[in-house]
């Protein structure tokens, strides 16, 4: 597999540190409010890269950082006239709710950063001892012109930074490039006590702390969104290379923005949709697949109009599965000798998510897939063989790797409402038969349900059932 490396610029050969394990770490939410569709885009982008990871066979151990300390969250709280932790909290509940929605699969961890004071402030007293970090007067400043290769990742010289960055602006750093590795507590702030005082931790040091002690010195792939190539991760970078490895990160992913109206989509420019708004007229399915049709690098222009295009594109595949499960209610299923091993599109399926995860590729296969199939269908409706090996396909593909239908939920739904009509249906025959006073097969209705666990109970109202467990 092959996969852009945003340190190198170029696409690379995706060779883990460890056999078939892979450590990933995505940069996840600062929780102060309902995440938009743009953040959304990260996080599903990120999920699809570990499915697929784990479709090749890799375990993957994937950890994604909860920022619950930061000026937006205690802003907010001012704002709400609560705690800080009380805002984190809901939001934090917020987030995992909206995820699972979006049908993201759970990071194996979600670390805090006011449960990892310690590490931090370890790594912070590593760097002041190396001589790469500085305390003004209980603010601590990372140096940046001790670390020779800052500006390795965004491929920018220090000069050129410095000019046109977003960096913050404090008369207490050295250069304007330095960065805060720990606060100095503001009267009304949550605070850590710490060797320079009461503090609390700078957000880039979160992340190389929290990466580090869940995954190790280093690891395989470190994802987010472009944003934070510069300066979050070009910190994170120098932080954690200064101190504790050679190589903090060996993949470096940033996914395109999700864009509106051609301008990044973002709480400041109010420019945005709510994940969970969106989820109210949308599934999780068609906004996946929306992003699944633009390469993650790409940027994408989001409008509910594309969102009801691709949830037109549903239908097909929605269809399909629908068609599977009739046929095979229909009990016209026969063994059969015919083999559809499906190897070409299993084969050129492979081919796109390999090349740098080219999704819209991938997912063109799957609609020549249905094409094909389709067609199948009407030369075999009854082979059993054909209806499994489309399954098998579908489940592996759009189910597990995409996350863009689920041939196993729909069964599920598809049984479940089929057994009660079944038993309805055996009542009606039953009451007919009773009138036709054909008690003989009245009674064996009445007994061969039993014998399952449904015990019908006749009133002057009709016959109703209940179960029992047997
Ligand atoms: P934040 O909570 O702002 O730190 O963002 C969480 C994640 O969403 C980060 O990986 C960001 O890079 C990503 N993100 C923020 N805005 C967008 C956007 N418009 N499109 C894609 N990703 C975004
Ligand atoms: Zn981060």
Not at 95 to 109: G, I, M, Q, S, Y
Request: with cysteine; proline share 3%.
């Amino acid at each position: 597999m092959k996969i852009y490396n945003t340190l190198s610029k170029q696409k690379e050969e995706f060779i883990p540190l460890y056999d078939n394990y892979v450590t990933m770490y995505v940069c996840g939410p600062t929780v102060y409010d309902y995440f938009h569709i743009g953040n959304a885009r990260s996080f599903i982008m990120g999920d699809m890269l570990r499915r697929y990871l784990e479709y090749k066979g890799y375990k993957v151990k994937y950890a994604m950082n909860l920022t619950d300390v930061d000026d937006k969250i205690i802003n907010k709280a001012n704002d709400e006239k609560t705690s800080t932790d009380t805002i984190a909290q809901k939001y934090i509940d917020v987030f995992f709710d909206d995820l699972a929605k979006l049908k993201v699969k759970p990071a194996d961890v979600y670390p805090k950063a006011t449960e990892h004071m310690n590490d931090m402030i370890e790594l912070v007293k590593d760097l002041e001892e190396k001589g790469t970090a500085y305390n003004v007067n209980g603010n601590v400043f990372y140096d940046v012109s001790k670390f020779k290769d800052y500006g390795k990742l965004s491929g920018k010289k220090i000069d050129e930074l410095e000019s046109g960055s977003r960096v913050e602006v404090n008369d207490q750093k050295r250069n304007p490039l330095d960065f805060a590795l720990w606060k100095k507590a503001k009267d009304g702030e949550p605070f850590w006590e710490s060797p320079w005082g009461k503090g609390r931790p700078g957000w880039h040091l979160e992340c190389s702390a929290m990466s580090m002690k869940h995954l190790g010195k280093t690891i395989d792939i470190h994802a987010g969104g472009n944003d934070l190539i510069f300066p979050h991760h070009e910190n994170e970078i120098a932080q954690s290379e200064a101190c504790c490895t050679d190589q903090f990160v060996r993949y470096w992913v940033h996914f395109g923005f999700l864009n509106f109206k051609e301008e990044k989509m973002s709480k400041s420019l109010g420019n945005f949709f709510t994940a969970r708004e969106i989820l109210k007229n949308h599934s999780a399915e068609a906004i996946r697949l929306l992003f699944a049709q633009t390469h993650y690098h790409a940027p994408l222009n989001f409008s509910k109009e594309l969102l009801e295009a691709s949830e037109k594109g549903l239908e097909k595949l929605n269809n399909l599965i629908d068609s599977i499960v009739e046929i095979k209610n229909s009990g016209k299923l026969e063994e059969d000798s015919n083999k559809f091993s499906f190897s070409e599109f299993y084969l050129e399926f492979e081919q796109a998510m390999d090349d740098d995860l080219n999704t819209p590729r991938a997912v063109a296969v799957i609609f020549d897939f249905i094409k094909h199939v389709n067609k199948l269908l009407t030369e075999y409706p009854s082979s059993k063989n054909l209806i499994h090996s489309i399954e098998i396909f579908l489940n592996k593909t759009t189910d597990d790797v995409l996350g863009i239908c689920n041939v196993k939920e729909n069964e599920k739904n598809n049984a479940a409402s089929l057994e009660p009509n079944l038993i309805e249906i055996l009542i009606g025959i039953r009451a007919d038969a009773k009138k036709n006073k054909n008690f003989e097969l009245a009674d064996k209705i009445r007994n061969d349900l039993a014998e399952i666990g449904i015990i019908l109970k006749d009133s002057k109202d009709g016959t109703t059932y209940t179960r029992k467990n047997i």
